[in-house]
C-alpha cells in the first residue's frame, strides 16, 4: 500500500510567484492534514480536510495560503503571492478516522524556499 | 492552549549507548502523547503512543516512553542506540476533545558516533 505521497519534494521560488504543493493521502483515508515547519521552530497545523469539507482551518497563516480537496482525494496548497517568511518544509498526513487515538501517516515533506 | 517542550536540539551518542530525549507538555487535561521520528529523506513515522493505562509504553525500534503526570513529562529511552536511529525526533500531544490538531515540540537532533 502506498504511503502518503507529497509532490514536489523540493521547490525554490522568487518572492512574489506562485507554488503549488500536492498531497496525495492514504487511498480510503477521508481525513488529511497540513503541518508547517518553518526553520528552527516546531511542525505547526495548518488545516483539517474531511474528505472535501475543511474540518479545521484555523492554522493557515493568511489569506496568500489556499487549501483545496476537489472530491476528496488528493489535496493541494497554494501559496500567492509567496513571501520570504513561507520557507519551510510542509508536511501532509492522512488518517482514516479523526479520533484522537488515530495514527496520522505523514509524508515526506514539500521544502519551499522563497528567495 | 498546549505546549510541548523539548529541552534539547542536539544530542549526540555513541553507538550502543543508552539514550533518553527529553519531553514536556503543558496541558490541563489527560493528553494523548506520541513520539515521531524523521530520518534523512524521509516522513515522519510514529513510534509509539500513550493514551491511557500503563504509563511505561513500547514502541517500533526497540524505543520505549513513560509518561509521568506529576511531572509533565513523556521522555523517550532506548537502551542501546544503533547507528541508525541517527534522526530527528518529535514529541507531540493531541488534545482530543473534537479537536483533531497535533502540538509538537521543536525536535531533538540525535547523532550517533560510530
Known amino acids: 500500500e502506498a504511503g502518503v505521497t507529497q509532490f514536489p519534494s523540493h521547490s525554490v521560488i522568487e518572492k512574489g510567484q506562485t507554488v503549488t504543493l500536492r498531497c496525495d493521502p492514504i487511498s480510503g483515508h477521508d481525513n488529511l492534514y497540513w503541518y508547517r515547519r518553518v526553520m528552527g521552530k516546531e511542525i505547526k497545523f495548518l488545516l483539517h480536510f474531511v474528505k472535501e469539507s475543511k474540518q479545521d482551518e484555523s492554522g493557515m497563516p493568511n489569506n496568500r495560503f489556499l487549501a483545496e480537496r476537489t472530491g476528496g482525494t488528493y489535496s493541494t496548497l497554494k501559496v500567492q503571492p509567496a513571501e520570504l517568511e513561507d520557507s519551510g518544509v510542509y508536511f501532509c498526513?492522512?488518517?482514516?478516522?479523526?479520533?484522537?487515538?488515530?495514527?496520522?501517516?505523514f509524508g515526506q515533506g514539500t521544502r519551499l524556499t522563497v528567495v | 492552549a498546549q505546549s510541548v517542550t523539548q529541552p534539547d536540539i542536539h544530542i549526540t551518542v555513541s553507538e550502543g549507548a543508552s539514550l533518553e530525549l527529553r519531553c514536556n507538555y503543558s496541558?490541563?487535561?489527560?493528553?494523548?502523547l506520541f513520539w515521531y521520528v524523521q530520518s534523512p529523506g524521509q516522513g515522519l513515522q510514529l513510534l509509539l503512543k500513550?493514551?491511557?493505562?500503563?504509563?511505561l509504553v513500547q514502541g517500533i525500534k526497540g524505543f520505549e516512553a513513560e509518561f509521568k503526570r506529576s511531572q509533565s513529562s513523556f521522555n523517550l529511552r532506548k537502551p542501546s542506540v544503533h547507528w541508525s536511529d541517527a534522526a530527528e525526533y518529535f514529541c507531540a500531544v493531541h488534545s482530543g476533545a473534537g479537536s483533531y490538531q497535533l502540538t509538537f515540540g521543536k525536535g531533538t537532533k540525535l547523532s550517533v558516533i560510530p
Open positions: 500513550y493514551f491511557s493505562g500503563d504509563t
Open positions: 496541558y490541563g487535561a489527560t493528553p494523548y
Open positions: 498526513a492522512s488518517s482514516h478516522f479523526s479520533t484522537e487515538n488515530t495514527e496520522a501517516f
